[in-house]
């Protein structure tokens, strides 16, 4: 899915004449009786490159905050400029490179959106199981596309204006004459890339600053102040931006404060908690509670989208149904309408069922499988004529996937399938129909585009499934790689043991330095929570293994050299088990005084560990899709937070606003709101400033910079990562060089504030690649 969210473009009058009433032939920028070099090795070697680089990007931004950006133009931008500066290409090789490589972003979409939920279940991400749901999902999405790309996107033309793919054929088109360049793509990611560098992990200046109000109690406000969520504002525009901050004011500045207030003195944990509120952060009460509201309003307005969605549904139902009965037929085509066989989709089709259906790692049922690509066809068709009309911005998948589980689970529940095993299974079938969608949205986008231009959508189809192949290798292994690298290790304790069942024969050392075996603990309501553990050979619990993606363990506890006393502004929070199992006193330091403001741990009037924060990727989206199984399978969930937030998404859609941006805006944290926040108000400054309020086209100089913000911010968060997963940050770290200046709220602001003034200045005096071509 993506987060871009471009105005209608007006077709390129030239290469692509709106039908009149009499249907006049549709005449595309290439002729069919011409044929340029279009499927050679460069043009795909080059878009699978840069697939594998904003599929990468598009997997981070995904975990952070469930959003990917539209990696279509960009890539059309940067291969025009490429092969000008290697060896000039064709349009069609153009082409071809931009179909190729956004198979990554749509895939990656898919991908991290669903397959951490398994993590949050309790199960380990298998790279063989992640890069299966990939290949089979993708591969699903283009082959059903293929018999439906006639009736969708030739018989509709004129109807449905695919936006996006319209508007990277005019990129194309332009590019071909001289009219466009990559510099402000290159500039925006070379921006974003070493903008990223220095906050982290060079630590130059404060990316996270924080505050949290003293005679407010539970208020916070914080910002994670990196480029790619600016840019994400930016594009995303004013009005969503806004609605996704408004829930994050309503999570932290009045949920947060008031269970805070009314909790102070309650002498006994709430449940679904363990700990009494008093002694909880912030960030504690948001993992304990107002997630469960985000979680059930965030489902709300999925299925609000959905439900608005549904007399398009019930049309591509049929136009798909009429798609592929005409694909059966074998005719002789001019170039521009020659597809793959539809033998070859057939069978492709039944080989994709069987590879579902038998291999082992995804322990799928026969009937599972059935209803599989049956929710498949269903999908890929509403996700195609869904982009045809809106746009792929307002391509609900997140909805689909949420019927496809409640659905399934549903099934699964009246079938008595409500074990572990089955619990895995509903999730890889959400997986692949997710994957399958999100891949047939833009892969109808990308036909749309070859249709304008005159491409070959055969020579279309090898490259969306050779992009497919190589984008799924590189986001399988960039998934695993993101959550070893923030996966964090912390002492616990319970009163019953991990089921010897659960334990494993592999043994791994602890933060303590002592051998322990790993268990699994996948179910749902038991004393000890879902998750991986280091226990000892009895099962008694002696560390969690919270992941990277998802993690509940906000902190991890790094040692201080030297004495350090207890300070005067610091008030005790409690106990907490250190690294070595010991217990200790949580202090908690505040604003003002000589050591930085936070929490450690301490005995004897000594701090001994300060509790840094971990920057866990969010996985919302999977956040979700692991509630919904649980919830429904294991029937045991604080159903009351969830129906709070239910109730939320309805008053907001009384209210005339959107529920589902106010919702994520409940449901992640306020620092990801925050600089999403103030790119859409840059976005609607260079509005008022160029007298064109909501409609900075995609292709303008803003955009394009945002895109490079984007995808150089999320290159340089993975090697952020890469340092943090090697144990090397210490030795990147520079802040003692400015000393208290690097740490403080300031030096961020200030850094932050100078990017999004570059992006306002580049919009308002830069101008779009590309215009309405003369009749």
């Not at 044929?35 to 931004?61: C, Q």
């Not at 930016?234 to 931006?241: E, V």
């Not at 008595?416 to 299974?425: E, L, S």
Request: glycine share 12%; aromatic share 8%; with cysteine.
């Amino acid at each position: 899915m993506s987060a871009s969210a471009p105005s209608p473009v007006p077709e390129v009058e030239a290469a692509a004449p709106a039908p009149s009433a009499s249907h006049a032939p549709h005449e595309p920028y290439v002729p069919a009786r011409e044929s340029p070099r279009e499927l050679t090795v460069r043009a795909v070697a080059l878009g699978a490159l840069l697939g594998i680089v904003f599929a990468a990007s598009s997997v981070y931004l995904a975990l952070k905050v469930g959003l990917t950006v539209s990696a279509s133009i960009p890539i059309a931008v940067m291969s025009i400029t490429i092969f000008r500066f290697f060896g000039r290409a064709t349009i069609l090789e153009n082409n071809i490179v931009q179909t190729t490589g956004s198979a990554g972003e749509s895939i990656a979409a898919g991908v991290a959106f669903t397959l951490p939920s398994l993590l949050l279940m309790g199960y380990d991400l298998a790279a063989g199981r992640v890069l299966l749901l990939s290949v089979l999902g993708g591969l699903l999405g283009v082959l059903m596309m293929i018999p439906l790309r006639h009736g969708l996107i030739v018989e509709e033309h004129g109807k449905l204006k695919y936006p996006e793919g319209t508007a990277c054929a005019d990129v194309l088109i332009v590019g071909e004459t001289g009219g466009t360049n990559a510099k402000t793509v290159f500039a925006g990611f070379g921006l974003g890339f070493f903008y990223k560098l220095l906050g982290d992990p060079l630590k130059l200046f404060n990316m996270n600053p924080a505050y949290r109000f003293t005679s407010w109690k539970g208020a916070s406000i914080a910002g994670e102040l990196t480029p790619e969520m600016l840019g994400v504002g930016y594009i995303i525009g004013p009005k969503t931006a806004s609605t996704t901050m408004a829930g994050g004011v309503l999570a932290y500045l009045i949920l947060i404060p008031l269970i805070a207030f009314f909790g102070d003195k309650i002498d006994s944990p709430i449940f679904p908690a363990t700990t009494l509120i008093r002694d909880m952060s912030p960030n504690d009460i948001r993992s304990r509670y107002v997630l469960y509201i985000g979680a059930g309003a965030v489902a709300t307005g999925g299925f609000i989208s959905l439900g608005r969605a549904l007399p398009t549904i019930v049309k591509a139902f049929r136009s798909g149904i009429k798609s592929f009965r005409a694909g059966k037929a074998e005719k002789a085509t001019p170039r521009t309408e020659k597809d793959l066989p539809f033998n070859f989709v057939v069978y492709g089709l039944v080989a994709l069922l069987l590879a579902i259906w038998l291999a082992p790692t995804l322990g799928i049922s026969l009937p599972t499988a059935i209803l599989i690509m049956l929710f498949g066809f269903i999908f890929v068709t509403v996700s195609s004529r869904i982009t045809g009309e809106i746009g792929s911005s307002s391509n609900p998948i997140s909805g689909m996937t949420v019927a496809t589980l409640l659905i399934t689970c549903l099934l699964f529940l009246a079938m008595g399938w409500v074990g572990v095993d089955h619990r895995a299974m509903a999730l890889s079938t959400a997986a692949i129909v997710c994957i399958a969608a999100s891949n047939g949205g833009a892969t109808s986008q990308d036909l749309k585009t070859g249709y304008l231009v005159g491409a070959t959508p055969r020579r279309q189809q090898i490259g969306l499934l050779v992009g497919v192949v190589t984008s799924a290798l590189v986001i399988g292994y960039t998934l695993l790689f993101l959550n070893a690298s923030y996966t964090t290790r912390a002492a616990e304790t319970y009163e019953v043991p991990i089921p010897v069942e659960s334990i494993t024969a592999q043994v791994e050392k602890g933060p303590d330095g002592k051998d322990y075996r790993v268990a699994y603990q996948p179910n749902s309501g038991a004393a000890i929570p879902q998750g991986k553990y280091l226990v000892e050979d009895s099962g008694k619990v002696a560390f969690v293994i919270d992941p990277g993606i998802g993690g509940r363990v906000p902190h991890e506890p790094k040692k201080l050299e030297g004495d350090t006393a207890v300070p005067a502004n610091a008030a005790s929070k409690g106990t907490m088990l250190g690294p070595d199992r010991k217990s200790y006193t949580v202090y908690e330091v505040a604003e003002g005084g000589a050591m930085h403001a936070g929490r450690y741990l301490g005995e004897d009037g000594k701090l001994v560990y300060e509790l840094r924060e971990v920057k866990k990727l969010d996985a919302p989206k999977a956040s979700l899709f692991a509630l919904i199984i649980d919830g429904i399978l294991t029937r045991k969930l604080p159903w009351s937070l969830v129906l709070i937030g239910v109730m939320l998404a309805i008053v907001m859609e009384l209210c005339g606003v959107a529920a589902l941006p106010f919702a994520v805006g409940v449901y992640l944290p306020i620092s990801t709101s925050v600089p999403i926040f103030v790119g859409g108000l840059v976005r609607w400054l260079v509005d008022r400033k160029r007298g064109q309020a909501g409609s900075d086209e995609e292709f303008s100089p803003g955009t394009l910079l945002s895109s490079g913000y984007i995808a150089g911010g999320a290159i340089a968060g993975l090697v952020a990562a890469l340092v943090a997963g090697v144990g090397m940050e210490h030795k990147f770290d520079l802040s003692t060089v400015f000393t208290r200046f690097s740490a403080s709220n300031l030096s961020g602001v200030l850094a932050f504030g100078a990017i999004a003034g570059a992006l306002y200045w580049a919009a308002v005096r830069g101008k779009s690649a590309v215009g309405k071509s003369e009749g």
